[in-house]
């Protein structure tokens, strides 16, 4: 069974800086692919940054520039490095582990908060 715990959220003001963690237990297997999202009240669940395990990343064009994805195979932990954050980032960010490569499944973690004050 894999697990996955975000930490990092919190209150910051804007132009300020977060970086979420999400730590991964458990017998991981193939990694598909790996990623972060986020929900803003009243939206669906958004793309924000994404991570191959071959290195490859992609990142929502209104986060281009200001984030960072990672991840500490050492670890087992994908990071989201947020920079210039704006009141537009407001929202439950989750991390996402696509495991398996015939028949992924998707594994989330239990979300983070974020809130940027203006």
């Known amino acids: 069974q894999v697990q996955l715990v975000e930490s990092g959220g919190g209150l910051v003001q804007a132009g300020g800086s977060l970086r979420l963690s999400c730590a991964v237990s458990g017998t991981i297997g193939s990694i598909n692919a790996m990623g972060w999202y986020r929900q803003a009240p009243g939206n669906q669940r958004e793309l924000v940054a994404g991570?191959?395990?071959?290195?490859?990343?992609n990142y929502a064009d209104s986060v281009k520039g200001r984030f960072t994805i990672s991840r500490d195979s050492a670890k087992n932990t994908l990071y989201l490095q947020m920079n210039s954050l704006k009141p537009e980032d407001t929202a439950v960010y989750y991390c996402?582990?696509?495991?398996?490569?015939?028949?992924?499944?998707?594994?989330w973690g239990q979300g983070t908060r974020v809130t940027v004050s203006s």
């Open positions: 996402n582990f696509r495991i398996g490569i015939l028949r992924p499944v998707d594994y």
């Open positions: 991570l191959t395990p071959y290195g490859i990343t």
